[in-house]
């Protein structure tokens, strides 16, 4: 059973980061204050206290979730035998769990978000997909067909996760992925066709 104490505390912390995406559209982190925060969520600054520091502790908590999950649902995708099933699998887990963050998202990842956030998941990103191409080609492609093929991904990826954050509507989470999907294997077997 739940326990109402930890329902409620869930609550709070949902509305501070509702508030705190809300604040963000129009400001940098380091303009916001707690003061505004428990303002724009109708609660008191105390409760604000109770879970977190200040802005900056509420703000890496959640980018720490993120990263944490991020780092974990690559690993997990490191770990199976990638197949257009499994990668399809991944990309359509992946753009429904941005979509149903899509203004956190796209908060933490505009000009008002945390730079060092930024470049934090950027590496992430960057040594945990290059792993996984290293598992799926397997001694198939030398290093630094490795690393443009992983770089490829990266960025089609990064690019389309942009776009569609720009613009929710183009398509949903099952379409962005089978999209991306398919620029990512049409990409990997032309690269070899061609050579």
Known sequence: MVNPRDRRVRKTEEQLVKGLTKLMKTKSIKNITVRELADEV?????????????????????????????????????????TQNILLDFLTDTFETIYLNSEL?????????????????????????????????????????TVLITSFIINGILGIISTWLQNINIGTPEKMAATACSLIENGINGFYTKN
């Open 105 to 145: 998202c796209a908060v933490l990842l505009s000009s008002n978000g945390d730079i060092s956030f930024q470049k934090k998941l950027r590496d992430i990103i960057d040594t945990k997909t290059l792993e996984i191409v290293n598992t799926y080609l397997a001694g198939k492609a030398t290093k630094d067909e």
């Open 42 to 82: 109708d609660i008191n600054r105390s409760t604000f206290y109770l879970h977190y520091k200040d802005i900056f502790d509420m703000v890496e908590k959640i980018e720490n979730e993120l990263a944490a999950n991020l780092i974990s649902t690559l690993d997990e995708l490191n770990n199976n035998h990638i």
